[in-house]
């Protein structure tokens, strides 16, 4: 059964903290992804990776930043927390295609973080 | 760049009733995909459209691809209150997508009253 898994599923933090959030797939895929999703915003992309080292900006890259060392794993980290970053964050990994092809993505149980 | 708009944001429903929740892209689809999320949890997957007019079901919600490839419907049948949750529809980009970024509507929360 395909896996997405994130490390914590609620996380407390205080404003001017270092945050990292760990998302792990078990399923070789190339891609994977950071979203947050706030009530009536839907999801929004944050960044996003297609290949081990390799990153992408998505619509709301300030306050972020990613790491890819390993193929299987993407983390995702709040430099210093602060309140507006109180969201609920998803993780997403899908296969690698081209246009016109597959492109499901496989999601993660989610993170919800408070920065009080 | 492409946007896409669910209609109804909210949606109540007695149990046993039908239902529809529609995705509207300003672009050409070229790959349509729905998910269903129970509150506070991850999305799942339920089913994904390519083709115009192309229509495909699982249990008793079915979705279909307009002709012009702009516009997607989502109904269920007889709704039960295991069917609650947010519904969210996601496009591929229009062009070459490197690292398959897939564009979501704001979501549709659906609640059935037993």
């Known amino acids: 059964d395909v896996k997405v898994t994130q490390s914590s599923r609620y996380l407390v933090k205080r404003t001017g903290e270092k945050v990292f959030l760990e998302c792990v797939q078990d399923?070789?895929?190339?891609?994977m992804f950071w979203y947050r999703q706030d009530p009536g915003l839907g999801l929004r992309l944050i960044y996003f990776?297609?290949?081990?080292?390799?990153?992408e900006k998505g619509d709301i890259p300030e306050g972020y930043s990613v790491s890819r060392e390993k193929k299987e794993r993407f983390s995702l980290i709040l430099e210093s927390a602060s309140t507006n970053q109180t969201s609920m964050y998803l993780c997403?990994?899908?296969?690698?295609?081209?246009?016109?092809?597959?492109?499901?993505?496989?999601f993660g149980p989610g993170t919800r973080l408070t920065v009080l | 760049s492409q946007e896409l708009e669910q209609s109804p944001q909210s949606l109540i429903v007695q149990e046993g009733k039908n239902l529809t929740i529609n995705c509207t892209s300003s672009k050409t689809l070229y790959g349509l995909y729905w998910y269903k999320q129970k509150y506070g949890e991850g999305l799942i997957f339920l089913m994904m459209?390519?083709?115009?007019?192309e229509e495909k079901s699982h249990e008793k919600i079915t979705a279909k691809l307009d002709e012009k490839k702009q516009q997607s419907s989502l109904h269920i049948t007889a709704s039960q209150p295991s069917h609650a949750g947010i519904y969210l529809c996601?496009?591929?980009?229009?062009?070459?997508?490197?690292?398959?970024?897939?564009?979501f509507g704001q979501g549709t929360e659906l609640s059935v009253k037993p």
């Open positions: 399923m070789d895929h190339e891609n």
């Open positions: 996601g496009a591929d980009a229009p062009v070459y997508n490197q690292g398959g970024k897939l564009i």
């Open positions: 990776s297609y290949d081990v080292k390799m990153k």
């Open positions: 997403a990994s899908s296969l690698t295609t081209g246009t016109g092809y597959y492109n499901e993505q496989f």
């Open positions: 459209l390519q083709k115009g007019g």
